[in-house]
Every structure is written in C-alpha cells, then in structure tokens.
C-alpha cells in the first residue's frame, strides 16, 4: 500500500539551529516526492520536489531534502531555522505516471520555533 | 501572477443550508482537485477534474459534488451541511498530463463553519 509516514507529530528549535524533518514513504512504483509547508489559515506551498538525478534537492526559502532509496526517505533540512519557518510542514508522494497528479500526503510535522 | 483563488476565505453557513465554495485559477491548469482539511490534519482528497473529467473518491460522501464549468472555475456544492462537515476546504490545480509529477499549486482555503 502507498503511504507516507511523518513520525514527528511536533518539533521545536532554537532560531537559528539547524532543522531535520523526517519523512519515510512506501510506494510500489518510483515516486515523486514532495514537501510543502503551511501557514496558519493558508493554503500549501511546494517547497521542493524530487523525482530523478541528484539525490540532494535545494529547495525555496534555503530548504534542501535528500532522497536515500534504501531507507525510503526524504527528509527536509535547513541549516539555520528563522522564526518565520514556523509552520507545518507535509511530506508527500506521487506517481511518476499519472496524468493527474493525485498525492498522498504525511500526517505533518508542526513546527515551532523557539526565540 | 498566476494563481488559485478561493472565494470566500471564510463561509459561515447554517446546519442543512447548502452551500457553495469556488475556485478560479489563471494558471491555465487542466486538473483542479478539492480537498478537506480539519484541523491538525493532512489534507484528504475529496474529487479532482481532469479537464471535464470528474474523478470522485471512493469515501466522498455524496453530500458533496462539485462543477466545473469551464477551465478556469471549480465549484464545490455541499447539499446538507452537517456540523462534521466544518472544515478548510482547499482548491489545488496542477498541468497534469506531462507523465505525471506535477506539484499541485494551492489556493489559501476557504474556512468552512456551520452553525
């Protein structure tokens, strides 16, 4: 079955820390990966997107993810949080076929930033 | 800029009162998806359109339908509000068709609350 796992429900770090949010999926195919982040009261925004070459995928807003096959993760990265990342943030996956890209979409990390 | 609009951002309606949500894009997308989103939760697909093409999910309630009247506007008709229906229901619109893999572009939602 496709999914996509988010194991951490809530996150916080210090402004100016570095960040990790993890993302796992399980996927029969080869998937498209996704991040997006969220504001309070907004729609979603891609952050960045991966489907071939380069593992490491730089993204807007100083975000990058890395794609390891042989952990099925994608995990999103920042090197130095601003307090204006607070937001949650959802992994997502979909197919490399499809002529609609219908998504599955993790359960979201929240992230808080602390001052 | 091209864009996905929600109107309205906020939707007060009463129990049972039918209710319409809708969405514009300039993107020139040919598929719009909605979805529903309460709180704390990743977003849940209800039913996407690829160009005139309606797609409903198997566990959409039939209190929902949506129209789509040309490729710029999407409609969502909720027939008999209940109060589990509360909720932000996202427009998204992505150029499917490409082989897949197209990020979805989100509107900012329209908060749904009944009374």
């Given at each position: 079955a496709q999914s996509v796992t988010q194991p951490d429900i809530h996150i916080t770090v210090s402004e100016g820390a570095s960040l990790e949010l993890r993302c796992n999926y399980s996927y029969g195919a080869t998937p498209y990966l996704f991040w997006y982040v969220q504001s309070p009261g907004q729609g979603l925004q891609l952050l960045l997107k991966y489907f071939s070459g380069d593992t490491l995928v730089q993204g807007i807003k100083g975000f990058e993810a890395e794609f390891k096959r042989s952990q099925s993760s994608f995990n999103l990265r920042k090197p130095s949080v601003h307090w204006s990342d607070a937001a949650e943030y959802f992994c997502a996956v979909g197919p490399g076929?499809?002529?609609?890209?219908k998504i599955i979409f993790g359960s979201g990390t929240r992230l808080s930033i602390r001052p | 800029d091209a864009m996905v609009i929600q109107n309205p951002r906020y939707q007060v309606t009463q129990f049972g009162k039918p209710v319409t949500l809708s969405c514009s894009q300039?993107?020139?997308?040919?598929v719009m998806y909605w979805y529903q989103q309460k709180s704390s939760q990743a977003p849940k697909l209800l039913f996407h359109y690829y160009d005139k093409d309606f797609n409903n999910e198997a566990?959409?309630?039939?209190?929902f339908q949506s129209r789509r009247p040309n490729t710029s506007f999407c409609f969502l008709d909720i027939r008999s509000p209940g109060l589990g229906d509360a909720a932000m229901y996202l427009c998204a619109t992505s150029g499917g068709g490409g082989g897949g893999g197209q990020p979805q572009h989100f509107g900012d939602g329209t908060r749904l609350s009944i009374l």
């Open positions: 076929y499809s002529s609609a890209s | 300039t993107l020139n997308h040919n566990d959409t309630p039939d209190n």
